[in-house]
């Protein structure tokens, strides 16, 4: 079973920037998608982003789109989420998720923590 291990998260205040990264424990195949979920205090658990391995198509939620890039580094085994602009609403706790389904739920991170503040 695949193990991810995120990185990244922490403090900022709106408006800034932010990097995620997600990294598999063994070889991922080109099918493979990796992508994040977030969880903000009171929520559920909603989609972010994702991406496929083999041909780096992506996906995003709308209320990132145009603010959050995901990519992958294959030789790597890891992805990333660039967070810019970041807002308020931004805040919860990210979780790097993967899977052979769009989104994928199969396999879940530790979780990050991003704080954002006004």
């Known amino acids: 079973q695949v193990q991810l291990t995120e990185s990244g998260g922490g403090s900022v205040q709106a408006g800034g920037s932010l990097r995620l990264s997600c990294t598999a424990s063994?070889?991922?195949?080109?099918?493979?998608?990796l992508g994040w979920f977030r969880q903000a205090p009171g929520k559920e658990r909603e989609f972010v982003a994702a991406?496929?391995?083999?041909?780096?198509?992506?996906t995003y939620a709308d209320s990132v789109k145009g603010r959050f890039t995901i990519s992958r580094d294959r030789a790597e085994n890891t992805a990333y989420l660039q967070m810019n602009s970041l807002k308020p609403e931004d805040t919860a706790v990210y979780y790097c998720?993967?899977?052979?389904?769009?989104?994928?739920?199969?396999?879940w991170g530790q979780g990050a923590q991003v704080t954002v503040s006004s």
């Open positions: 063994e070889r991922l195949y080109s099918s493979y998608i």
């Open positions: 998720t993967g899977g052979s389904s769009w989104p994928p739920r199969t396999v």
């Open positions: 991406v496929r391995q083999g041909t780096g198509g992506t």
